[in-house]
C-alpha cells in the first residue's frame, strides 16, 4: 500500500515537471548554433564580470532634513598664515548674540616664515589641482567622502630645509568653540580687548608701515576634523597690494553627517563667496584692515550615507542576465534559421525550374537516340 502511494506521489510530480528532459536522439545540433552559443558565453561571461564590479561598488545617498539642533556648540578648525609678525595682529570671534571667542581659548600663535619650502609649494599646487578638479566635477566629492581616513593627510606638511631666514609671519592654528549662530571670525591689527558695547583691537601702538595681510589658508573647516576631506579654502593664498587692504570671506555652513564604511560622524561641509578691496576713505572705501570670515548655519542637515547592493538583488540581476542572453540568443537563432532556409528553398526552386527541358515548335532536339534502326537489324 505505501509503494502505491510512492508511486502515485512519483507520477504526480511528473506531470507536474515544468523542465520536461528531451531525449538526446531528438537533438540536432548545427555550426550556427555552436556559434551562437559561444557568443552567448561570452557575453555572459563579461556582463557577470561587469556586474560583479557594479555590486563592489558603493554610491552616495544625499537626505535633506531640517536641523532641530540648537544648542550644541560649533568647532572651527583653523591653521591660516599672515604675512605680519604675531605681536602685531589678534583674531577672535563675534558672533550675533554679542559673545566674544578669545583666540585665546584654543588658538596658538607661531611666528614661521612666509616663503614656503619646495615641498610644501608642491603640496600646494597639487592641492590647487583638485581644488580646480572639484569645481569642474561635484561627483569627486563622493570620492573624497568616500576615502576620508584611509587617504593621506592633507594638512601642510612641515619644511624640510633648516632656513636660516628670520621668521617674518604668524601662523594662526588651533580650533574654537563658538555659539552655533552667525557671527565673525577676524584676524586685525592689534590684540582684542573686551569691550561693554562689543569689543575693540589695540591697532594705535602698531605703525601703517607693518600692515601685509597677505595670508595663506591651509586649513579651515566646521565640525569634527576628519582627515582626507579637502575644504573649499585649503590652499588658498591671498597677495595684498596694499597695506590698507580688506579681504572677506562670506561662509554659508550646512550641518552634515557622514556615515561610510569608514567613519560615523558629524561634520559641516560649506560654501564660500570672496571679496577684497583696498581700504580708502578718501575715495569712499571704508572698512578696517585685516581678513574677515563672515560665516552663517544653514537651517537644513544633510545626511550623506554610504549605500551598497544587497546579495539578493546581486543574484536577481544575474538571473536576469543569463536567462536574457539565453532567450535572446535563441530567439535570434530561431529567426535566422527561419530566414536562411526560406532565402535557401526559394534559390532551389528557381534553379530547378530553369534547368528543365521543354519540347516545343521551333526548338531543337538534341537527344541522339543510344540504338538506331540498323542496330535492331
Known amino acids: 500500500m505505501r509503494r502505491l502511494n510512492r508511486k502515485k506521489t512519483l507520477n504526480l510530480m511528473k506531470e507536474l515537471d515544468a523542465f520536461p528532459k528531451v531525449p538526446e536522439s531528438y537533438i540536432e545540433t548545427s555550426a550556427s548554433g555552436g556559434t551562437v552559443s559561444i557568443i552567448a558565453f561570452t557575453t555572459m561571461a563579461l556582463l557577470t564580470i561587469m556586474e560583479f564590479m557594479v555590486y563592489q561598488d558603493t554610491w552616495m545617498k ?60 608642491e603640496w600646494q599646487r597639487m592641492l590647487h589641482i583638485i581644488q580646480s578638479k572639484l569645481q569642474e566635477e561635484h561627483s569627486l566629492q563622493d570620492v573624497i567622502f568616500k576615502s576620508a581616513f584611509k587617504s593621506a593627510s592633507t594638512a601642510l606638511p612641515p619644511r624640510e630645509d633648516n632656513s636660516l631666514q628670520p621668521p ?42 607693518s600692515y601685509n595681510f597677505s595670508h595663506r589658508i591651509d586649513h579651515l573647516s566646521f565640525g569634527e576634523l576628519i582627515p582626507g576631506i579637502i575644504n573649499p579654502l585649503d590652499g588658498t593664498e591671498k597677495i595684498a597690494s596694499d597695506y590698507n587692504h580688506m579681504f572677506q570671506y562670506f561662509i554659508t555652513v550646512v550641518p552634515t553627517k557622514l556615515h561610510t564604511s569608514k567613519i560615523s560622524s558629524e561634520t559641516h561641509q560649506f560654501s564660500v563667496t570672496e571679496r577684497e578691496r583696498v581700504i580708502n576713505h578718501a575715495a569712499g572705501s571704508h572698512g578696517v584692515s585685516g581678513i574677515f570670515m563672515k560665516y552663517d548655519i544653514s537651517s537644513l542637515m544633510v545626511t550623506v550615507t554610504e549605500e551598497h ?54 526548338h531543337l532536339n538534341n537527344h541522339v537516340p543510344l540504338m538506331t534502326d540498323d542496330a535492331l537489324h
Open 62 to 121: 544625499y537626505e535633506y532634513e531640517v536641523d532641530k539642533d540648537f544648542t550644541s556648540k560649533l568647532r572651527i578648525n583653523i591653521d591660516i598664515t599672515v604675512a605680519m609678525k604675531c605681536q602685531y595682529i589678534g583674531a577672535d570671534v563675534l558672533d550675533l548674540a554679542e559673545t566674544m571667542v578669545a583666540s585665546a581659548d584654543g588658538l596658538v600663535y607661531e611666528p614661521v616664515i612666509f616663503e614656503l619650502s619646495p615641498l610644501q609649494k
Open 168 to 209: 617674518d609671519a604668524c601662523r594662526i592654528h588651533g580650533h574654537l568653540y563658538v555659539n552655533k549662530v552667525a557671527g565673525n571670525f577676524h584676524i586685525t591689527v592689534g590684540k582684542a580687548i573686551p569691550h561693554p558695547r562689543g569689543h575693540a583691537h589695540l591697532a594705535a601702538l602698531v605703525s601703517h608701515d
Open 309 to 362: 547592493m544587497p546579495f539578493w538583488q546581486f543574484l536577481v540581476r544575474l538571473c536576469g542576465i543569463i536567462g536574457g542572453i539565453f532567450s535572446t540568443t535563441g530567439i535570434l537563432h530561431s529567426i535566422g534559421r527561419f530566414i536562411v532556409e526560406i532565402v535557401c528553398c526559394r534559390f532551389k526552386l528557381g534553379s530547378s525550374k530553369s534547368t528543365s527541358v521543354t519540347h516545343q515548335d521551333g
